[in-house]
């Protein structure tokens, strides 16, 4: 594919907005941020991609209006946690076909907790009548089952979990936007309240208010002196086994083989990874559906290759530590951070001659797992 | 409340559903008969400590179920853990567990 990221914007990040923040504010930021990043205009904007919990009743075209853009192009998508993903293929693929020139993706939401706790309850009519009504939590319930399922299947400790969550806060320090930088200790992390039993608060994702904006274009368009970030392949999931499996499996694993086949290259040629990381189990889940984990040895996967950063995972923190906007949102800032990677503009984090990126998002907890699932491979063009 | 949980079996193959489908899965029918699941095992155990939002949260307990019909997530009004029978019942639309007597 031809498309490539050229910049990428991001609002501030916080756990509690102030007033006059709204999810439109964040998305006003993240969207300045990305066409000067870009350097381009807004008069060089002619398609969008958006994903909001709390955009409504606004749609995407109230948003075009109210930030002047004039489009020809142009999606909504409600997939969750890989709308992010959803909207990239999309636009990729509107580049490619001369649909639009220019196509800005955004992800932003300010739902407050009370407003993600009604979200939560109203996901879909199963979770309205089947889960809502047992206190199930949100999502933080269903996964709690789903993470007790993988630590039998996979002999997993509490702890394993933990040396991820300590890895990517040791990331998180190393980026100025995440919401949480300091320092976690193991001791920490098992003494922390349990809120969802076998998850605790390091295991469950902290919903913030933010936004985030990349934007896509043919690779001529990028700034001098800066490697365009080419899709070199992307692929989606929906629905792949109907609920009827035990969700250590995402959507992923329908795809994951023709993935790295369109791609040309395999796991072992990434040099860095952002994983959806709703919840530790689902990050494990995805990587080893991506063929990420030799011999399926998620518990050394776990404590090594995460928890020592042997190998780079959510090097932004993630959203564990990063924050999640909302729940379509995250996922976007993945992308961005594999963007800023591969361009080698991350700062201190920044992995040495990353060339290679994977991202994942996954996402739309139907009943008993997520639904959808999508995963990219980036590439540094040269 | 109602002894079991309402599922769906479908006409054409047989399958037994949970929650309510608009075309079978499997065969893809569309007619389904109502059906119901009476007792299942407990395969994992969730306590719900925090609702996001909710101040005055009192602990609750959901479960997956491995039933002769689909997997189902409950609510369990006991201390009913891994592996234990439980037997099924609904209030409403949520179907629930405590264990079998």
């Known amino acids: 594919m031809k498309a490539a990221i050229i910049g990428v914007g991001q609002s501030a990040y916080t756990r509690r907005p102030e007033p006059g923040q709204t999810t439109h504010t964040f998305i006003r ?16 904007v002619d ?3 958006v994903t909001s919990f709390s955009l409504a009743p606004d749609s995407a075209v109230d948003l075009a209006w109210k930030l002047g853009l004039s489009l020809r192009w142009q999606l909504q998508d409600t997939n969750g946690g890989s709308s992010a993903m959803n909207m990239l293929g999309h636009a990729a693929r ?14 932003g939401d300010a739902t407050g907790l009370a407003g993600y706790g009604k979200i939560a309850s109203n996901y879909n009519i199963v ?4 889960l809502a009504p047992l206190g ?9 089952l789903v993470t007790s399922r993988q630590m039998k299947k996979f002999g997993l400790e509490k702890s394993d979990y933990g040396h991820m969550a300590i890895a990517q806060r040791q990331w998180a320090a190393l980026n100025p936007h995440a919401v949480y930088r300091t320092p976690l200790t193991m001791e920490e992390y098992l003494a922390a309240p349990m809120v969802a039993d076998p998850l605790c608060r390091y295991d469950c994702v902290p919903i913030i208010a933010g936004a985030q904006a ?9 700034p001098q002196g800066r490697a365009p970030v080419r899709v070199r392949a992307i692929r989606h999931s929906f629905n792949y086994d109907n609920q009827e499996g035990d969700g250590l499996k995402t959507g992923i694993s329908t795809f994951a083989d023709d993935l790295w086949r369109e791609a040309g290259v395999g796991p072992k040629d990434i040099d860095v990874a952002s994983i959806y990381d709703d919840y530790p189990a689902m990050v494990l889940a995805q990587l080893d559906d991506l063929g990420m984990i030799p011999g399926h040895d998620l518990k050394r996967y776990a404590r090594e290759t995460i928890g020592e950063r042997r190998f780079p995972v959510n090097t932004f923190g993630g959203m564990m530590s990063a924050g999640q906007p909302g729940g379509p949102a995250g996922g976007l800032n993945g992308i961005a951070e594999a963007a800023l990677q591969l361009q080698h503009r991350a700062g201190e984090r920044q992995v040495a001659d990353a060339r290679l990126a994977v991202a994942t998002g996954y996402g739309m907890t139907m009943y008993r797992y997520g639904g959808t699932a999508g995963a990219v491979v980036l590439e540094r063009m040269a | 409340m109602s002894g079991g949980v309402g599922i769906w079996r479908c006409n054409g193959c047989g399958v037994r559903l949970f929650p309510q ?3 079978c899965p499997h065969c893809y029918g569309a007619a389904f008969a109502e059906d119901r699941v009476y007792e299942g095992v407990v395969e994992e155990i969730a306590v719900i400590r925090h609702m996001i939002g909710q101040a005055d949260w009192k602990p609750r307990r959901i479960a997956n179920v491995r039933t002769d019909g689909p997997m189902l997530t409950v609510g369990i009004e006991d201390a009913s853990g891994p592996g234990a029978v439980v037997e099924l019942f609904e209030d409403g639309t949520a179907p629930l567990g405590r264990a079998k007597r």
């Open chain 2, 21 to 23: 489908r608009l075309l």
């Open chain 1, 47 to 49: 398609g969008m991609a």
């Open chain 1, 94 to 107: 509107g580049i490619e076909t001369g649909a639009a020139d220019v196509i800005l993706i955004v992800a």
């Open chain 1, 214 to 222: 990349i934007v896509l274009a043919n690779p001529d368009r990028v």
């Open chain 1, 29 to 44: 930021d993240a969207v300045v941020a990305a066409l000067q990043d870009a350097q381009i205009g807004a008069r060089d």
């Open chain 1, 136 to 144: 199930h939590g949100g999502p933080n319930g269903v996964y709690s």
């Open chain 1, 127 to 130: 979770t309205q009548q089947h």
